[in-house]
Structures are given as structure tokens and as C-alpha cells.
């Protein structure tokens, strides 16, 4: 069997270069050409991983199968990939470091003096290379976080110069930079990339491929200049130009060649020309979009779109699978209040309530569960958006007053409450109910059994609270039924309303399987429902 080849990209000048899309989009095309690859993610903070991070701090935490708590970008691998990833696909610093410091209280070094070279570099090695070991993978595209210069990405970068040495011809480093265009001087600039690459050689690390991010055409004199001083083959320097959508990068990456001069330099034969056929279809089907449809996505983060980053894509492929262009209102959910919601969801088709944790901004989001509710607007709650229906239909509809979540508050009438399990954790990381468990629904008669058609399902998770049980046979009496269970706990997975055109709440996330080529059925049934 051939060996795994590895592809480093790193990034210079600034970050929100797009990284995250190069690697999956360098990805798609390798894999479209018939080989199997996967993308990983450094990220050169001191969090083990993201899931204690503020949304405001680092977007969107993701969640995988296996319950590992993860950079948004592994949503982008999924996304493009059409295969799930794991906690192997995302390593941190913090999670280096409590390796190496766990190994050094175990006596594992033997006394030796433990140190960030080689102890720290080899342990990121170590997970670089975990990836390839089980010949699972012909190619592996690892993405170095942060800028090149960074302090703290020194020692991920060292690691790369020195699997570089030792891979030798099976591994490549890309580096993405900002070519910026100076309006007064009406020029491309090149030397902020020349500084980046320099200080790359300063570590020891000589990009292959250059692919520089550019508001403006290029011209083949800039790529020669570029690829002169800095070392790299005039062929191997690539532009990264604005585009309608992050779905177009691959093609015009395929266009450029980027895949096959990484290809032959990882010395990984080209087999046939890469199959996108479907891939074409669903862009030109998201650029022909003509009905556009309104809709409200509530939730507290709405300021920063990378903090629902999943649910955003998932509403996209939705309205693409059913051919209308979505004109979605973040809506903040503090800024919601029973003056306004009229005025500001009236014109809405559907409205999804967002997850969330906190009591900040809880009461716009029951306001907007329940004006969903009243008007037979398509509703979707996800995780505490279906918390928030059942906290609101408790109040509204059975008339407990007082029913809330023991998350906000000490209540007399807790309808969501802590799930058992959760009662003696202390610690905040990675201590929630997380990954795929499978739901069960009972009942085929409901919007989700006609959206999934099937009665069984996996779905991932992220939550610490759950609808609690006491409360369900008055719950159904009145109409919210919970149709979907899990098959060993009997957690309530999912709410529905019978008596209302579309009203469903799910405690799981899936927003996290909606991929460009698969979209989510759930998704999907919403955004029909919004507009039938
Ligand atoms: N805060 C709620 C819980 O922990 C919901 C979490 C979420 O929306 N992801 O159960």
C-alpha cells in the first residue's frame, strides 16, 4: 500500500484568510479524484478544546459522532467531505500540552527534563500522524491555526519542518496569504506575502504552493514575481479570489490546477479527472434561485454569524434542495419583546429558535416559540429552541405560570430539568451530554418520522438539561406530544405539536449532518413547510 501523504496549509499576514475552505476544498478535489482523505485542525490555543469557549470568542462549537467538541471548521470538512470526522481531526495546544504533562507525571520520561522541543513537537506529531497510521487515508490535509509569526504556533509549525524532513517527498506545505490591493496607489501589493514567507524560511519551512487571497485579478506578472521571491515554482502560486459562495472555491481552485500540481508534487498519480458532476449541479441550483423566502432565525448570538455557522449552512442547503433563496433575519432574541414580535416576525415563513445556554435572552426566544406557535408559523427549536417550547407551551397552554428550566432558575415546576447523570459534575470541559446517541419515534404520523422516513435515527447532542418526564402525560393531554425517545433512557428527542402546520423541537442538533451534496431531511421539511 502507497504511503499517506500529508498537506500542511498554514497561513500568513492576517487570519480569516480562509484556511478552513482551502483545506476542504483541496480536500474535495483529491477526494473526487478517487482517493480517500481527511482534514485536521491545530489550533494553537491553551483550551483543551473549544466547548468552554464563549461563542463571541471562537464562533460555533462543533460537535462530531463521537462527542468531541471542535473548531468550526470541522463543519466545513463534513460539509465538504460528506464524511464525518472525530476528536483525532481537532488537537489543540492545551490538549498537547495535558498529554505531555499527563505522561510526565506518570514517569513516562524517565527523568528526563521535559521540553516544548522535542516533547511538546513530538506529541503534535504524534497526532498529525495518527491520522495516516491506520491506512485508512491515502491523503491527509492538516491546517495549522493561527498566523505564521504567532508565538504560539512556533511549535506546530516546527513540527511541520520537521515531518516535512522526514516525509520527504510524501508531504507539502501550502500557505495562504493576503495579497491587499491599495486603492490610493491603485496597486497590488505583494510584499506583506513576501514577509510571510520569509518568516516561515526563518523557521525552517518552504511553502510548495502559495495561494494568495486577492479582492482583485491577478495578472500572470504578480504570480512570477511572487513565485521568484519566494522561492516556490511559477506554477505552484494560486489565487484565492471573492466568490458567491464557499461551495464555487473547489471548482475554481480545479480550474487553476491547484490539485494537480499538489498532487504531483505528493508524487499521488492522477487517476482520472475528478467526479463533480453533482457538485456542479447543487451550486448552479444555488445560483439559479429565484423565489426568495423570508425567515427569522432566533438566538443571543446573532451579531456574530459564525456562532451558528451549522444551522446557517443547513437553512442554505434546505432552500436549495427546495429551489427557493432564503432571506433569513437573525433576530436577537433580547431585543424581542411582546410589542415587537409582530412587527418583527409577521412576515416570516418559519422561524427557528437557536441553542443556546444562559438565561440571557430566554425570554424573546419563549416569546417567539410562542407567536410561532399562535400564528401557525413552520417552527423549528433546537436543543434549548426545544426547551423553550415546552417551557412556553407549559406556561401558555397548561397554564403553569411558573414553569421554567432549573437551568435559569429554582422553580416549583422545572419542565426542563439537570438530566441524573449531570447532578455531580463539577467540571465544565467536555462534561455534557455529547455525540450521537439514536432516537426512536414512535409515531409515524408526525413531521418528523415524514421528514427522516425512518423510525430510527442518530443524532449528535451537546446539552446538560432534558424535558422532564413528570410533566409529559399533561404535556401530551394538551396537544405536544413527544414522539421521539431515546431507546434506552427514554429521554425526550423530539416535541411536536399535531395541531399546527409544522412545529417540531428536537433536543439534538441537526444543523451538524447537513452536508452540500446531503442536505438534512429535517431542514428540508422546515423550509417545505414554510413554503406550502
Ligand atoms: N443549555 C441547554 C442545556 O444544556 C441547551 C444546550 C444547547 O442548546 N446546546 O441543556
Same mark, same amino acid.
Given at each position: 500500500?502507497?504511503?499517506?501523504?500529508?498537506?500542511?496549509?498554514?497561513?500568513?499576514?492576517?487570519?480569516?484568510?480562509?484556511?478552513?475552505?482551502?483545506?476542504?476544498?483541496?480536500?474535495?478535489?483529491?477526494?473526487?479524484?478517487?482517493?480517500?482523505?481527511?482534514?485536521?485542525?491545530?489550533?494553537?490555543?491553551?483550551?483543551?478544546?473549544?466547548?468552554?469557549?464563549?461563542?463571541?470568542?471562537?464562533?460555533?462549537?462543533?460537535?462530531?459522532?463521537?462527542?468531541?467538541?471542535?473548531?468550526?471548521?470541522?463543519? !466545513?470538512?463534513?460539509?465538504?467531505?460528506?464524511?464525518?470526522?472525530?476528536?483525532?481531526?481537532?488537537?489543540?495546544?492545551?490538549?498537547?500540552?495535558?498529554? @505531555?504533562?499527563?505522561?510526565?507525571?506518570?514517569?513516562?520520561?524517565?527523568?528526563?527534563?521535559?521540553?516544548?522541543?522535542?516533547?511538546?513537537?513530538?506529541?503534535?506529531?504524534?497526532?498529525?500522524?495518527?491520522?495516516?497510521?491506520?491506512?485508512?487515508?491515502?491523503?491527509?490535509?492538516?491546517?495549522?491555526?493561527?498566523?505564521?509569526?504567532?508565538?504560539?504556533?512556533?511549535?506546530?509549525?516546527?513540527?511541520?519542518?520537521?515531518?516535512?524532513?522526514?516525509?520527504?517527498?510524501?508531504?507539502?506545505?501550502?500557505?495562504?496569504?493576503?495579497?491587499?490591493?491599495?486603492?490610493?496607489?491603485?496597486?497590488?501589493?505583494?510584499?506583506?506575502?513576501?514577509?510571510?514567507?520569509?518568516?516561515?524560511?526563518?523557521?525552517? @519551512?518552504?511553502?510548495?504552493?502559495?495561494?494568495?487571497?486577492?479582492?482583485?485579478?491577478?495578472?500572470?506578472?504578480?504570480?512570477?514575481?511572487?513565485?521568484?521571491?519566494?522561492?516556490?515554482?511559477?506554477?505552484?502560486?494560486?489565487?484565492?479570489?471573492?466568490?458567491?459562495?464557499?461551495?464555487?472555491?473547489?471548482?475554481?481552485?480545479?480550474?487553476?490546477?491547484?490539485?494537480?500540481?499538489?498532487?504531483?508534487?505528493?508524487?499521488?498519480?492522477?487517476?482520472?479527472?475528478?467526479?463533480?458532476?453533482?457538485?456542479?449541479?447543487?451550486?448552479?441550483?444555488?445560483?439559479?434561485?429565484?423565489?426568495?423566502?423570508?425567515?427569522?432565525?432566533?438566538?443571543?448570538?446573532?451579531?456574530?454569524?459564525?456562532?451558528?455557522?451549522?444551522? !446557517?449552512?443547513?437553512?442554505?442547503?434546505?432552500?436549495?434542495?427546495?429551489?427557493?433563496?432564503?432571506?433569513?433575519?437573525?433576530?436577537?432574541?433580547?431585543?424581542?419583546?411582546?410589542?415587537?414580535?409582530?412587527?418583527?416576525?409577521?412576515?416570516?415563513?418559519?422561524?427557528? @429558535?437557536?441553542?443556546?445556554?444562559?438565561?440571557?435572552?430566554?425570554?424573546?426566544?419563549?416569546?417567539?416559540?410562542?407567536?410561532?406557535?399562535?400564528?401557525?408559523?413552520?417552527?423549528?427549536?433546537?436543543?434549548?429552541?426545544?426547551?423553550?417550547?415546552?417551557?412556553?407551551?407549559?406556561?401558555?397552554?397548561?397554564?403553569?405560570?411558573?414553569?421554567?428550566?432549573?437551568?435559569?432558575?429554582?422553580?416549583?415546576?422545572? @419542565?426542563?430539568?439537570?438530566?441524573?447523570?449531570?447532578?455531580?459534575?463539577?467540571?465544565?470541559?467536555?462534561?455534557?451530554?455529547?455525540?450521537?446517541?439514536?432516537?426512536?419515534?414512535?409515531?409515524?404520523?408526525?413531521?418528523?418520522?415524514?421528514?427522516?422516513?425512518?423510525?430510527?435515527?442518530?443524532?449528535?447532542?451537546?446539552?446538560?438539561?432534558?424535558?422532564?418526564?413528570?410533566?409529559?402525560?399533561?404535556?401530551?393531554?394538551?396537544?405536544?406530544?413527544?414522539?421521539?425517545?431515546?431507546?434506552?433512557?427514554?429521554?425526550?428527542?423530539?416535541?411536536?405539536?399535531?395541531? !399546527?402546520?409544522?412545529?417540531?423541537?428536537?433536543?439534538?442538533?441537526?444543523?451538524?449532518?447537513?452536508?452540500?451534496?446531503?442536505?438534512?431531511?429535517?431542514?428540508?421539511?422546515?423550509?417545505?413547510?414554510?413554503?406550502?
Amino acid at each position: 500500500m502507497a504511503n499517506t501523504k500529508f498537506i500542511f496549509v498554514t497561513g500568513g499576514v492576517t487570519s480569516s484568510l480562509g484556511k478552513g475552505i482551502l483545506a476542504a476544498s483541496l480536500a474535495k478535489l483529491i477526494q473526487a479524484r478517487g482517493y480517500s482523505v481527511t482534514i485536521q485542525k491545530l489550533d494553537p490555543y491553551l483550551n483543551v478544546d473549544p466547548g468552554t469557549l464563549n461563542p463571541y470568542e471562537h464562533g460555533e462549537c462543533f460537535v462530531t459522532d463521537d462527542g468531541a467538541e471542535t473548531d468550526l471548521d470541522l463543519g !466545513h470538512y463534513e460539509r465538504f467531505l460528506n464524511v464525518p470526522t472525530s476528536q483525532a481531526n481537532n488537537v489543540t495546544t492545551g490538549r498537547i500540552y495535558q498529554t @505531555v504533562i499527563n505522561k510526565e507525571r506518570k514517569g513516562d520520561y524517565l527523568g528526563k527534563t521535559v521540553q516544548i522541543i522535542p516533547h511538546i513537537t513530538d506529541e503534535i506529531k504524534r497526532c498529525i500522524m495518527l491520522l495516516g497510521k491506520r491506512g485508512d487515508y491515502d491523503a491527509v490535509v492538516t491546517e495549522i491555526g493561527g498566523v505564521v509569526g504567532d508565538i504560539e504556533s512556533l511549535p506546530f509549525i516546527e513540527a511541520v519542518r520537521q515531518l516535512k524532513w522526514e516525509l520527504g517527498g510524501d508531504a507539502l506545505c501550502i500557505h495562504l496569504t493576503l495579497v491587499p490591493y491599495l486603492a490610493a496607489a491603485g496597486e497590488i501589493k505583494t510584499k506583506p506575502t513576501q514577509h510571510s514567507v520569509k518568516k516561515l524560511l526563518e523557521i525552517g @519551512v518552504q511553502p510548495d504552493i502559495l495561494v494568495l487571497r486577492t479582492e482583485h485579478d491577478l495578472n500572470n506578472s504578480i504570480r512570477q514575481k511572487v513565485a521568484l521571491f519566494c522561492n516556490v515554482d511559477k506554477n505552484a502560486v494560486f489565487e484565492s479570489p471573492d466568490l458567491q459562495s464557499i461551495y464555487e472555491v473547489p471548482l475554481s481552485f480545479y480550474k487553476q490546477g491547484l490539485d494537480e500540481v499538489a498532487m504531483s508534487k505528493l508524487r499521488l498519480p492522477i487517476k482520472r479527472d475528478p467526479d463533480l458532476e453533482a457538485w456542479k449541479d447543487k451550486l448552479n441550483r444555488l445560483y439559479n434561485l429565484k423565489d426568495i423566502v423570508k425567515i427569522a432565525v432566533v438566538g443571543k448570538y446573532v451579531e456574530l454569524p459564525d456562532a451558528y455557522k451549522s444551522i !446557517h449552512e443547513a437553512l442554505n442547503h434546505a432552500g436549495m434542495v427546495n429551489n427557493v433563496k432564503l432571506d433569513i433575519e437573525w433576530v436577537h432574541s433580547e431585543k424581542l419583546n411582546d410589542n415587537n414580535v409582530a412587527e418583527i416576525l409577521g412576515d416570516k415563513k418559519a422561524i427557528l @429558535v437557536a441553542p443556546g445556554f444562559g438565561h440571557r435572552g430566554i425570554d424573546g426566544k419563549i416569546i417567539a416559540t410562542r407567536y410561532a406557535r399562535e400564528n401557525n408559523i413552520p417552527f423549528l427549536g433546537i436543543c434549548l429552541g426545544m426547551q423553550c417550547a415546552v417551557i412556553e407551551f407549559a406556561r401558555n397552554v397548561l397554564g403553569i405560570a411558573d414553569a421554567n428550566s432549573s437551568e435559569f432558575c429554582i422553580t416549583p415546576n422545572p @419542565v426542563i430539568d439537570i438530566m441524573e447523570q449531570q447532578k455531580a459534575i463539577t467540571n465544565m470541559g467536555h462534561t455534557m451530554r455529547l455525540g450521537a446517541y439514536p432516537c426512536h419515534i414512535i409515531d409515524q404520523d408526525t413531521n418528523a418520522f415524514r421528514a427522516y422516513g425512518t423510525d430510527t435515527i442518530q443524532e449528535r447532542h451537546r446539552h446538560r438539561y432534558e424535558f422532564n418526564n413528570t410533566y409529559l402525560a399533561d404535556m401530551e393531554a394538551h396537544g405536544m406530544k413527544a414522539i421521539g425517545r431515546n431507546p434506552e433512557s427514554d429521554l425526550v428527542e423530539i416535541v411536536e405539536i399535531k395541531d !399546527h402546520k409544522w412545529f417540531v423541537g428536537v433536543q439534538f442538533h441537526p444543523e451538524y449532518k447537513s452536508r452540500f451534496e446531503t442536505p438534512h431531511p429535517l431542514f428540508v421539511a422546515f423550509i417545505k413547510a414554510a413554503i406550502s
